[in-house]
């Protein structure tokens, strides 16, 4: 079973970065995608990043411009880059994994809370 581990959240001040790392149990190289969800109290997951295995990226319409999705492939690790937070980022985050078929084979992390707070 994959299993994948996130890290790096935190509290942070508006304006603030946080970099959050999720790290899988097996080369990432196997997985068609990869990409971060996050989930604030009372609203539906939805989409934060995502890179495909050939290397395109897609963001949710509400971070573009400020966070990056990269991954390491040595380290068998996905980075969410996140600069110029706002209250309204704040929620738990997480990774996700697919394979082929994903509607079967998708993996979550247990997320990661990131709190943004003056």
């Known amino acids: 079973q994959v299993q994948l581990a996130e890290s790096g959240g935190g509290l942070v001040q508006p304006g603030g970065s946080l970099r959050l790392s999720c790290i899988a149990s097996e080369s990432i190289a196997s997985f068609v995608a990869m990409g971060w969800y996050r989930q604030a109290p009372g609203k539906e997951r939805e989409l934060v990043a995502r890179?495909?295995?050939?290397?395109?990226?897609e963001y949710g319409d509400s971070v573009k411009g400020r966070f990056t999705i990269s991954r390491d492939y040595a380290r068998k690790t996905v980075h969410l880059q996140m600069n110029s937070l706002k209250p309204e980022d704040t929620a738990v985050y997480y990774c996700?994994?697919?394979?082929?078929?994903?509607?079967?084979?998708?993996?979550w992390g247990q997320g990661t809370q990131v709190t943004v707070s003056s």
């Open positions: 890179i495909v295995r050939g290397g395109a990226t």
């Open positions: 996700n994994a697919n394979r082929i078929p994903t509607h079967v084979y998708s993996y």
